[in-house]
Nanobody, 116 residues
């Protein structure tokens, strides 16, 4: 059974850092492009970072230079290191397969709130 479990969200001040984790089960992340997505209140879910099985990464302009996506193949886990956080980073964060692969069943996400 495919499952994605995100964790690590918290309330932080502007300029702070967080590291999100996404534990995957039921499939191997090493065989897929993986991505981190976020959904802010009243907005659509958007892809903000992705990593291919070859290790190539891509970032949305809004997070480039501040966020880093990585994987631990042995733990079948995807990470998102977030630095220099801004209030506009406040959102629920999800991981899933990245394009061009279709997303799997979404996890519950993890809430990040950045206070000004």
């Amino acid at each position: 059974q495919v499952q994605l479990v995100e964790s690590g969200g918290d309330l932080v001040q502007t300029g702070g850092s967080l590291k999100l984790s996404c534990a995957a089960s039921g499939f191997r992340i090493s065989l897929a492009t993986m991505g981190w997505y976020r959904q802010a209140p009243g907005k659509q879910r958007e892809l903000i970072a992705s990593i291919t099985n070859g290790g190539s990464t891509n970032y949305a302009d809004s997070v480039k230079g501040r966020f880093t996506i990585s994987t631990d193949i042995g733990r079948n886990t995807v990470y998102l290191q977030m630095n220099s956080l801004k209030p506009e980073d406040t959102a629920v964060y999800y991981c899933n397969r990245g394009p061009p692969l279709r997303p799997l069943t979404w996890g519950q996400g993890t809430q990040v709130h950045v206070s000004s």
